[in-house]
Each structure stands twice: as structure tokens, then as C-alpha cells.
């Protein structure tokens, strides 16, 4: 039985009445895809102008009721994050930088113009769905629960304003890999033309509108054989940016590691944060700085590029094989000309950070950055 803290046990439990037999919970943790299926619960704040954050409370998983003016179905004003739940051997259950997560909830909260829910019950209501849908944690190798924490605007109004009416959810998932083919190099269609996010606009927020534009040229992606699409920026369609929902990063020849710097228009992954934290204390040089793609093109082609791979927190590391666009197809390392997805193997740069970050997550190595929070 785990012992809730005070922020946990704000949020009060209506059990399902008819929960997933235990049956039909050992065939989906036996089958592990990503965000398909879900478990017994959800948890639930309410927010208003009038009374604030109110009504702290973990319920049955079910359909939302939503009036057809809800604001959220005209103007988009919501806000997500993604974050995991490790089972260790011990059988405990840990989850990585939740801080992180909060504070970042809080930053696309503002931009959004929605109110920022406080750190106690963004962590309070994962400890609180985490203890009575244990036992969907599943413990298969590079398996976790996916937390996805969303709020968005459900007042009935549609006039152009801020909601006085919001609602925080939090929803689980257990997923395995986020790709099927494992850490095998991916393709990345490079999306020159269409753009994620402007100066000045909600790129640095993880909010719905960022991905919807990511859509039709992920679209263009899998049509031409790649599984991800690279965004560069808006402004002079030169400069590199991030994946549709992961960071990028470069190893050059001679070990120095490159990323797209923070420019407002790149989403901040608390991922990305950490892959810099440990090449630095690794003695790593580490570069931020505005990247072009024809730099990219060049460095892959004539081998000054060794690595490229992307990170995000449902693929954690993912190397990268192959970059192609309508007038380029260059692969990365020791990739032959015109191999795809699949082939070959992530590089030893790539393959030692992804080892050492999942470890600390899964409990294989000592955390001494503290990182980790266990929660039951």
C-alpha cells in the first residue's frame, strides 16, 4: 500500500467500478505499443476565475462531457506535457525530473494565457493516479507508464478572451519503444516549406497547435520512407530547429556535440537538458548555436558529421541514418549511399548517452544529479 504525501492525498478516489480484469491487463502489458491503450483511472483539477484551483480528484478513465462552445474547440488554449513512470528492479517506482516537468507545464501555461498550475498538485495528482493504477506499471525492458498531464479551456464561451473555465487531466498509458524498430538509425525528411513555429509565436510551449502544423509534413515524411520530419526556422528557412516532437543533435568528427540553440521557437526538452548535462560533465565540448542544413548536408557528406540523433522523452536517444528532402539524400556515418531506416547502428557518442541516461532512469546506475523521484 503506498503511503500518499499531503499533495497526494488532496486528491480524492472514485474507484471504477469496473476496472480492467486482470486478465485483459496482462495481455496489454504483454503487447506494449505507444498510446493506445490506457489504465483504470484519470485524475482531474478544476479551475475558475471565481474559486481557483478546486474539486482535487482521481475518477474512473472515461469520455469528457464538453459543451460545443467550449472555448478549447474554437481557440486551441491548451497546454500538454509527457513524462514517464520507471518500474526499478526492486519493484519501486521512480519518475525522472517531474520538477522539470511542472515548471515547463507552468511556462506553456503562461504563453497560452492559462492559469498555472501549482507544482504540488501537477506532482500530487501523478502520485495519486500512480497509486491505485499500479499495477499497470509494466517492468518489460525499456517499458514504462507514459503520463500525459493536458489542461485546457472548457468554459461554454466563444467570444476571443482568456476561459475563466479550466480543466487539468492527467492519463496513463504503459508503451514500450516509441519506435517499433527499436534503437535501430531512423530517416528524417527534412520539411524545408512548411514551418512548426514563428519568431514570437508558441514554439517554446508544448501545446497542441505546435504538433497540428507538424501534420501534413509528417504526412510528406512517410511518403517518401522516412519516419520523423526535421522543421527549420520560419524566418530564412535555413537554420536547423528540432524534429516534430524531439531535439536534434550533431557529433562532429572530432567529438565535439552540436545543438540548435534555444531561440523561442524551440520547444526547451528537459531530455535535451540532461544529453547536455552529462556530455559536460563528461568533458564533452558541447556547442549551442544556429545550425544550417546546408552545414548539416555538408558535414554528413564528407564525414565531418560522425552522428546525428534526436532525443525527446517517449524515444529518449533515437540516432538518425539518413536526411532527405526533395533535392538531397545524404546519409550520416558509415550508412551506404541509400540505406534506410533499420540499417546499421547507432554511433558509440549516441549509444554510451542513451545507455548511461536509461540506467539512471531504471535504476542501473547511481543518480548524482537527483534526477529521480520515487513515488511508490
Not at 259 to 264: A, C, Q
Request: aromatic fraction near 8%.
Amino acid at each position: 500500500m503506498t503511503t500518499l504525501t499531503e499533495a497526494g492525498a488532496a486528491f480524492a478516489l472514485h474507484r471504477n467500478p469496473n476496472p480492467a480484469s486482470d486478465a485483459v491487463r496482462a495481455k496489454a502489458l504483454s503487447d506494449l505499443k505507444f498510446g493506445t491503450v490506457f489504465t483504470d483511472h484519470m485524475a482531474r483539477v478544476t479551475w475558475t476565475r471565481e474559486g481557483g484551483w478546486a474539486d482535487r480528484r482521481v475518477e474512473p478513465y472515461g469520455p469528457l462531457s464538453l459543451d460545443p462552445a467550449a472555448a478549447v474547440l474554437h481557440y486551441a488554449q491548451e497546454v500538454f506535457e509527457g513524462l514517464k513512470a520507471y518500474k526499478h528492479a526492486d519493484g519501486s517506482i521512480w519518475l525522472f525530473r517531474p520538477d522539470a516537468n511542472a515548471e515547463r507545464f507552468q511556462a506553456s501555461a503562461r504563453r497560452l494565457a492559462l492559469p498555472e498550475l501549482p507544482s504540488e498538485d501537477f506532482l500530487g495528482s501523478i502520485e495519486a493516479l500512480v497509486a491505485v493504477d499500479r499495477a499497470w506499471v509494466p517492468d518489460a525492458d525499456e517499458s514504462s507508464l507514459y503520463l500525459r498531464p493536458f489542461m485546457f479551456a472548457s468554459e461554454a464561451f466563444i467570444g476571443v478572451r482568456p476561459a475563466h473555465v479550466i480543466d487539468y487531466l492527467l492519463i496513463a498509458s504503459p508503451v514500450g519503444p516509441y519506435f517499433t524498430t527499436g534503437v535501430k538509425p531512423v530517416s528524417i525528411w527534412v520539411a524545408q516549406g512548411f514551418h512548426r513555429a514563428g519568431p514570437g509565436g508558441t514554439g517554446a510551449a508544448k501545446t497542441g497547435g505546435n504538433y497540428a502544423s507538424s501534420l501534413v509534413p509528417q504526412s510528406v515524411a512517410y511518403q517518401n520512407g522516412c519516419q520523423q520530419v526535421l522543421f527549420t526556422d520560419a524566418a530564412t528557412d535555413t537554420y536547423l530547429e528540432e524534429l516534430g516532437g524531439m531535439n536534434l543533435f550533431l557529433v562532429r568528427k572530432d567529438g565535439t556535440v552540436e545543438t540548435p540553440r534555444l531561440s523561442g521557437t524551440i520547444l526547451e526538452g528537459i531530455t535535451r537538458h540532461s544529453v547536455l548535462r552529462l556530455l559536460e560533465d563528461q568533458d564533452v565540448k558541447v556547442v549551442e548555436r544556429d545550425i544550417s542544413l546546408a552545414e548539416l548536408r555538408e558535414g554528413a557528406a564528407d564525414g565531418d558529421v560522425a552522428e546525428v540523433f534526436a532525443c525527446g522523452t517517449a524515444a529518449v536517444l533515437t540516432p538518425v541514418a539518413r536526411l532527405k528532402g526533395p533535392s538531397f539524400d545524404v546519409t550520416v556515418g558509415h550508412e551506404t549511399a541509400g540505406g534506410g531506416a533499420g540499417e546499421g547502428t547507432a554511433g558509440e557518442v549516441t549509444t554510451r548517452i542513451r545507455r548511461e541516461l536509461m540506467d539512471i532512469q531504471y535504476g542501473r546506475a547511481a543518480d548524482p544529479y537527483g534526477w529521480m523521484r520515487r513515488i511508490g
